[in-house]
């Protein structure tokens, strides 16, 4: 029975060469799966990793979903940034202003 080609297993350093565009360096895949991305709100986004044997392996299916979620979540923070930021000042904001003699 043939494998699904995006559910094959490759090396890190393949997948960063033929699946990631710019092709990012294995070690920076690597990071990827064990530290993870940042989703902008504190947790993390990791790219899914399967062992064979010894050998961290990946699947093409897994870096996709890695790539979409990031990018989910860059545009989640950058929905959020897009909002009208406050210009009212913080009471602490305005009594360190007062003690400097700025206001």
């Known amino acids: 029975m043939p494998c699904d080609s995006l559910h094959q297993p490759v090396s890190l350093a393949e997948a960063a060469r033929k699946h990631f565009p710019g092709n990012p360096n294995p070690s920076t895949v690597w990071r990827w799966a064990t530290k993870g ?3 902008g709100r504190g947790g ?3 790219l899914e990793i399967t ?3 010894r050998r961290a392996m990946v699947t093409p299916a897994a870096c996709a979903d890695f790539i979409d979620a990031v990018t989910k979540a860059k545009l989640a923070r950058h929905m959020q940034t897009d909002e009208e930021p406050s210009t009212e000042r913080s009471d602490e ?11």
């Open 51 to 53: 062992y064979v044997g």
């Open 37 to 39: 991305h940042s989703d």
């Open 44 to 46: 993390r986004i990791r």
């Open 93 to 103: 904001t305005e009594r360190r202003l007062v003690e400097s003699n700025l206001i």
